[in-house]
């Protein structure tokens, strides 16, 4: 792959377009320095559990730690995520700062942050070795790793090792994880499984990330487009996040007050065209499957299989959050997973999780949800929504920036590329580089899943565009 690289980028300057500001008040810092552990009296003390932790490397908030169990029946999983609400005090600084962020926005030079970094990388986060305040999911599944009984309650965990997702997914090949998570790979295969039969939708698609090159001898950083790293050990952990958010729902859902991540069914017509689409790829699509089905099976090193990926977004537009009381939501089901879900497992880079899973411990215990949470439900939908479009705009615009600057001097030369989506009617079609990590428009009318030579036409860096057209 090309080491094509963009110099001394600013991405302050989309900082300053989405009005993302990392500095807190100074009340808020003080809270965030001065937080302490309002649950602490109602907490088991579970640091027997030998949890562990798989994020990216150098990750510093961590909310979840992990041990995983094989057991005769099926398996229990245990999993710990961090207590943000037992230290944000409602209605204080911090907690009216985060309502307004909404959630930690992540560009390529750093984050802005959801918290201070005093609170988010400190006394909360699951650091090893250290005792840490937790919700703690315990849920229990049978031989195909299907929940069979769950719990969530507050308790005082020790995570034992820092992994990430590379190491762990060596380790697996190698046959050498982590006792704690040694039935990973079978139970997120047979998650997996159960999702393709539940009408999972899941894209693989070309994700990019935009990565900081070493600084020249002037100091100035540069900067390259390369694939987002994507194993199998993400996956599987991704199932684990899955799973208690499903948990989570079905409790929330039952006790009639909560909050869900909402997907529509797929319109009709999006799924007419998608097999108008197959069809003419030449992709099989047999009679009674469905399209999460037909998606997982495709050789992911098919040119088609881009092709037809690339249009299958069209099955899930429309992702919301519903906030509920009393009347069950008309939306409940967040089609893409295939069952009712609920962000939880995330409270120190999204806010919405730190409200429902206050919810699932009122429930879980049988108590009363506390006012401060019911009094912040209805707004909730509106704040995170509000922050998930910016949080898409802000990477986009970081990605799209950095193509333009890296091709500026790129133009006029030809490139091979596969065209994920033909040209129709106004929408021009659009082809990836891969030698480059770029997807971009394209004029001409190249044909769906083909391999193409493509001609860079235009690269504006002040208008995060570029361009190619057909034939080069």
């Not at 939908?381 to 705009?393: L, Q």
């Not at 493509?454 to 570029?466: G, H, P, Q, S």
Request: charged share 25%; hydrophobic share 45%; with cysteine.
């Amino acid at each position: 792959m090309s080491r094509v690289v963009a110099r001394d980028i600013d991405f302050e300057s989309i900082r300053t377009e989405f009005d993302l500001v990392e500095d807190f008040s100074s009340e808020a810092i003080d809270e965030a320095r001065s937080a302490s552990d309002r649950c602490a009296d109602e907490r088991e003390d579970r640091t027997d559990l030998a949890l562990v932790t798989i994020d990216p490397p150098g990750s510093m908030d961590l909310d979840q730690a992990v041990h995983l169990e094989r057991t005769d029946r099926g398996f229990v999983v245990n999993y710990a995520i961090a207590d943000v609400a037992a230290v944000v005090v409602p209605g204080g600084a911090l907690d009216t700062e985060t309502r307004r962020r909404g959630q930690t926005y992540y560009l390529p030079d750093g984050s802005v942050p959801l918290h201070p970094r005093e609170l988010s990388e400190d006394s909360p986060s699951l650091l090893p070795d250290r005792k840490r305040p937790a919700v703690l999911w315990r849920v229990e599944l049978d031989s195909r790793a299907e929940p069979v009984a769950w719990s969530v309650t507050r308790a005082l965990v020790r995570s034992v090792a820092r992994l990430d997702y590379a190491t762990v997914q060596s380790d697996a090949d190698s046959g050498r994880l982590h006792p704690s998570i040694a039935a990973l790979p079978e139970f997120g295969k047979r998650r997996m499984a159960a999702a393709i039969t539940r009408g999972a939708i899941e894209l693989k698609l070309p994700e990019q990330d935009v990565v900081k090159v070493e600084a020249g001898v002037d100091g100035a950083a540069s900067w390259r487009i390369v694939p987002a790293p994507r194993t199998e050990a993400d996956d599987w952990n991704a199932e684990v996040s899955l799973l208690t958010g499903m948990c989570a729902a079905r409790m929330m859902l039952d006790a009639g007050v909560g909050l869900l991540r909402t997907l529509p069914p797929a319109e009709d017509s999006a799924l007419t065209a998608l097999r108008h689409t197959a069809l003419a790829l030449g992709i099989a699509w047999p009679e009674g499957k469905g399209a999460g089905e037909v998606l997982a099976g495709l050789d992911p090193n098919e040119t088609t299989t881009l092709a037809l990926m690339s249009e299958a977004p069209t099955l899930l537009r429309g992702a919301d959050y519903a906030a509920f009381e009393g009347t069950e939501p008309e939306e409940s089901v967040h089609s893409a997973i295939g069952a009712p879900y609920a962000h939880v497992t995330a409270p120190l880079r999204r806010l919405s999780d730190r409200f429902a899973t206050e919810i699932c411990l009122a429930v879980g215990a049988g108590g009363e949800v506390p006012d401060w949470v019911r009094e912040a439900l209805p707004a909730l939908p509106k704040i995170m929504s509000i922050s998930d479009s910016v949080s898409n705009k802000v990477e986009r615009a970081c990605i799209d920036l950095t193509e333009a600057v890296m091709l500026s001097d790129r133009v006029g030369e030809v490139f091979e590329a596969t065209v994920l989506r033909a040209s129709e009617k106004k929408r021009a079609a659009e082809v990836f580089v891969p030698s480059v990590m770029v997807i971009a428009k394209c004029s001409g009318t190249p044909r769906e899943g083909e391999q193409a030579k493509v001609r860079l036409a235009a690269a504006d860096a002040a208008e995060r565009t570029v361009a190619f057209t057909f034939p080069a």
